[in-house]
């Protein structure tokens, strides 16, 4: 696992001098619960970086606990771009992503510094490192509303019969055929234009990609250790003020995992064990998606989130920015870190 590709990081550094090629960046990514937020802040304060978060959930506001959302203490003073920005009511999408996320990275790199993109969404670091250009197609409320009520099996069927094509994609995309939003947003776009087109590409960084995952046991492990922290430190609070200003039961059940799960405990469909165990089960499965998601890029240098390891990373990343590091001491808090705690 801690063996770099050499056909990401060798390919960057041959082309480094040329004017023509897009700024640089760090990508940070993986799985949920591996740390990918501390590294981040670690390879931030060493290569004078600020990040640009790559989460789907983590861009509304209020869905902190839940989420796993970096608090500012644990930013360490590090800018962090893309937390906060939306109302939970509301639906944000990977193109509104792009483009901000891009005017972020962009005003990071007028400071003269490194953007850090860090998450564990695919589809978002796809569309701001690739620049992804997606169909111009408008939603649909009212198909959006006749859809809500269709079972999961039933979108992806309908897909099926509107865009076969489209349906094998998310097939062999991570799991797309269980996700409703992307379902949803297929049919949208497939009974709008009479098939989803294939995605343009314009890359807008010349990027490594820093990938960090455990074996199954351990990540096994840690799920159940963070739910259990989170649940601790309040989490189902979190949910009953969510809820309570005004973020219906079925917007949290679109959010999934936690916040689906939370739901099902507040609407009295579970119970608090209960809630632990299908939650557990639910994560990991999600967890399964990242990977193969993950697996698409085969530039990703993958380490195991040990203090070990954060040499052999750091020395990727020199050799990629080709810069001198900063003196700030760095370490990687061996199974401690705030993905596990938080």
Same mark, same amino acid.
């Given at each position: 696992?801690?063996?770099?590709?050499?056909?990401?990081?060798?390919?960057?550094?041959?082309?480094?001098?040329?004017?023509?090629?897009? !700024? /640089?960046? %760090?990508?940070?990514?993986?799985?949920? =619960?591996?740390?990918?937020?501390?590294? @981040?802040?670690?390879?931030? *304060? &060493?290569?004078?970086?600020?990040?640009?978060?790559?989460?789907?959930?983590?861009?509304?506001?209020?869905?902190?606990?839940?989420?796993?959302?970096?608090?500012?203490?644990?930013?360490?003073?590090?800018?962090?771009?893309?937390?906060?920005?939306?109302? !939970? /009511?509301? %639906?944000?999408?990977?193109?509104?992503? =792009?483009?901000?996320?891009?005017?972020? @990275?962009?005003?990071?790199? *007028? &400071?003269?510094?490194?953007?850090?993109?860090?998450?564990?969404?695919?589809?978002?670091?796809?569309?701001?490192?690739?620049?992804?250009?997606?169909?111009?197609?408008?939603?649909?409320?009212?198909?959006?509303?006749?859809?809500?009520?269709?079972?999961?099996?039933?979108?992806?069927?309908?897909?099926?019969?509107?865009?076969?094509?489209?349906?094998?994609?998310?097939?062999?995309?991570?799991?797309?055929?269980?996700?409703?939003?992307?379902?949803?947003?297929?049919?949208?776009?497939?009974?709008?234009?009479?098939?989803?087109?294939?995605?343009?590409?314009?890359?807008?960084?010349?990027?490594?990609?820093?990938?960090?995952?455990?074996?199954?046991?351990?990540?096994?492990?840690?799920?159940?250790?963070?739910?259990?922290?989170?649940?601790?430190?309040?989490?189902?609070?979190?949910?009953?003020?969510?809820?309570?200003?005004?973020?219906?039961?079925?917007?949290?059940?679109?959010?999934?995992?936690?916040?689906?799960?939370?739901?099902?405990?507040?609407?009295?469909?579970?119970?608090?064990?209960?809630?632990?165990?299908?939650?557990?089960?639910?994560?990991?499965?999600?967890?399964?998606?990242?990977?193969?998601?993950?697996?698409?890029?085969?530039?990703?240098?993958?380490?195991?989130?040990?203090?070990?390891?954060?040499?052999?990373?750091?020395?990727?990343?020199?050799?990629?920015?080709?810069?001198?590091?900063?003196?700030?001491?760095?370490?990687?808090?061996?199974?401690?870190?705030?993905?596990?705690?938080?």
């Amino acid at each position: 696992m801690e063996k770099a590709n050499k056909n990401g990081l060798g390919g960057s550094m041959a082309r480094s001098a040329s004017p023509t090629l897009p !700024p /640089k960046a %760090i990508v940070v990514c993986g799985p949920t =619960s591996t740390g990918k937020s501390d590294l @981040a802040v670690l390879l931030a *304060k &060493k290569f004078n970086g600020e990040i640009v978060s790559a989460d789907s959930r983590q861009v509304y506001r209020g869905l902190n606990l839940g989420s796993g959302k970096i608090t500012k203490k644990e930013m360490m003073g590090v800018p962090h771009y893309m937390l906060d920005i939306e109302n !939970p /009511k509301k %639906i944000y999408t990977v193109d509104k992503f =792009s483009k901000s996320a891009l005017k972020s @990275a962009q005003e990071i790199l *007028k &400071k003269n510094k490194i953007p850090i993109i860090c998450g564990g969404t695919g589809m978002y670091i796809d569309a701001l490192v690739d620049g992804v250009i997606y169909p111009q197609v408008l939603p649909d409320k009212k198909l959006r509303k006749e859809l809500s009520t269709y079972t999961t099996e039933d979108l992806y069927k309908k897909l099926i019969a509107l865009d076969n094509n489209r349906a094998e994609q998310l097939k062999n995309d991570g799991g797309g055929q269980f996700n409703r939003m992307r379902l949803i947003r297929s049919i949208e776009i497939a009974e709008k234009l009479g098939a989803v087109p294939p995605l343009v590409k314009n890359p807008n960084f010349e990027a490594i990609f820093i990938g960090l995952d455990f074996d199954d046991k351990t990540m096994k492990d840690r799920i159940l250790l963070r739910i259990r922290a989170r649940m601790k430190k309040g989490m189902l609070k979190e949910a009953e003020r969510l809820h309570s200003e005004g973020v219906s039961f079925k917007r949290m059940h679109e959010f999934g995992l936690e916040y689906g799960h939370m739901a099902s405990v507040l609407e009295g469909k579970i119970t608090k064990t209960e809630f632990e165990e299908l939650l557990a089960k639910d994560i990991w499965q999600f967890v399964k998606r990242q990977r193969t998601w993950f697996k698409k890029r085969q530039e990703i240098a993958w380490f195991k989130p040990l203090p070990a390891n954060f040499k052999k990373i750091e020395s990727l990343v020199k050799r990629f920015l080709n810069v001198k590091v900063h003196s700030t001491e760095a370490k990687i808090k061996n199974g401690k870190n705030r993905s596990t705690i938080n």
